[in-house]
């Protein structure tokens, strides 16, 4: 297997700082914001990018998590066997512009799952899509809003995002299967 490096630990926290500049432009501040992250590496981001927030804003943006098991489409399948972990959601989402986060937007099933689940806790005013990684290749009409980078990939590629949280290091990288 071929690896290789596309992001490290400074252009992660980068990407980061780009995007919480631009999910406050965007909503001209941080007001009537919330951030959801996606279990797992989701939420690690959504933490960062509301800390980041908090730095630049002095507010603090409350953070969720979302587990999507339930919502999957490929739950009956019995491709695989799914863990359902805790959704946490202590705030009301309704009339809140909710920043959905996760690591890598690929086919875009995830973030419509995420979405249907979102639905189960409230009417939101509207719902951002902010990804580390955009990589392509989607099967369903969604599109990230905010993306910390872009990498064109084969379908012969995969993307590992490993996050200090949960991997002790900060880094992404692709891999080639050919």
Partial sequence: MNTREVMNTNEISRAITRVAHEVLERNKGANDLVIVGIRTR????A???SAKIKEIEGIDVPVGIIDITLYRDDVKSGLSRHV????????????????LVD????????????IDGLMDFGRPANIQLAVLIDRG???LPIMADFAG??????????????????????????NSKQ
């Fill in 42 to 45: 989701g939420v690690y981001l």
């Fill in 47 to 49: 933490e960062r990018l």
């Fill in 84 to 99: 359902v972990k805790k959704t946490e959601i202590p705030f009301s989402i309704t009339d809140k512009k909710v920043i």
């Fill in 103 to 114: 690591d890598v937007l690929y086919t875009g099933r995830s973030i419509r799952a995420a």
């Fill in 137 to 139: 290749h989607r099967e």
């Fill in 149 to 174: 980078k872009n990498i064109p990939t084969s379908y012969h590629e995969s993307v590992k995002v490993m996050l200090k949280e949960e991997d002790e290091m900060d880094k992404v990288t692709v």
